[in-house]
């Protein structure tokens, strides 16, 4: 066989590009990471391949989005973050950003191509590995207006090839592969969203997170820590939760979650505990009882006395 570099005159020698080794990433590492149990991960998994598109919803401090990159990973049994992307949807957020749109430019306007264009693209060309598609705080976009004629194709039976649909911009004729997952996350404690539409809401799966205080997970990060502070500001938040939970006014999404009090080191326990207390926990508890005072009182009072 020739030499490939006699067909270059300078004769340099062609370079082949590394190929790049991903650490692995399984089901251990995972619960090791994420405070959720396994039964949770295995339904988790189970809603991401059979429906394609999944909205984890949650209280604050329940780790969706550390969650999520964690579950993709997981699924493809290594941590590449190439095969995962990551967006947050805002008020703003427009079919231009997600699909395409046209900008300006120094001679006018250019066709730009949008985010999970491209990355269903580069999905398209891999079509041997699964791709995961994560969508930050997904209820705050206008979402008929940000996915378009997309609406359509994200569905389970409506992916691939034979499904192809002509773009709003383009004359191009676009599919979703099969191979991309959506995981849109949504925060249940936000009053100030509206209600997902319906005809949304039946092309996703939802899964409820909640505090993970009782996770194997959890359990063993806290006797790792072994603080009688810690452990006193646990039954407290968990006797919190059972109120917040019982209220009419709140309920089982307002719930406060375990990763306010993750990543704790054994030095000077008490004092980061008492800042997250004062400046964290207690200004949210007057978020949620804005026009009770009995109840901000008596739980500010609940949670300072674990320091007494």
Request: aromatic share 14%.
């Amino acid at each position: 066989m020739n030499n490939i570099n006699e067909f270059f005159d300078d004769g340099e020698t062609i370079k082949e590009t590394p190929k790049l080794h991903y650490p692995e990433y399984g089901i251990d590492k995972f619960l090791e990471e994420v405070y959720i149990d396994e039964k949770d991960y295995f339904t988790l998994v189970e809603l991401v391949k059979n429906k394609k598109n999944i909205i984890v919803q949650g209280a604050p401090g329940v780790e969706k989005t550390f969650m999520a990159k964690r579950l993709a990973y997981s699924m493809m049994g290594i941590k590449n973050p190439e095969r995962v992307m990551m967006v947050q949807f805002h008020q703003s957020y427009s079919y231009e950003d997600f699909v395409m749109g046209y900008r300006p430019s120094k001679e006018g306007f250019d066709l730009r191509l949008g985010t999970f264009y491209k990355f269903c693209k580069k999905a398209q060309d891999d079509d041997e590995n699964d791709y995961f598609f994560i969508i930050d705080e997904i209820n705050r976009g206008n979402l008929s207006k940000i996915f378009g004629e997309l609406f359509m194709l994200i569905e389970n039976d409506k992916r691939g090839e034979k499904n192809k649909i002509q773009l709003l911009y383009s004359d191009e004729s676009f599919f979703i592969p099969k191979n991309v997952y959506i995981i849109g996350l949504m925060n249940t404690a936000d009053r100030s969203l509206a209600m997902l539409d319906y005809a949304l809401r039946r092309r996703f799966a939802f899964f409820d997170l909640k505090p993970g205080f009782d996770s194997d997970g959890f359990k063993d990060y806290q006797t790792e820590l072994s603080d009688e502070s810690f452990d006193k500001l646990i039954e407290v938040m968990k006797e919190l939760n059972q109120k917040i939970r019982d209220d009419e006014s709140l309920g089982e999404g307002f719930k406060i979650g375990h990763s306010y009090l993750c990543n704790i080191k054994s030095e000077n326990v008490t004092e980061k505990l008492t800042y997250i207390v004062e400046y964290e926990l207690i200004p949210l508890l007057k978020e949620y009882w804005f026009d009770e005072q009995d109840n901000i009182d008596y739980w500010s009072d609940r949670l300072r006395s674990v320091f007494n």
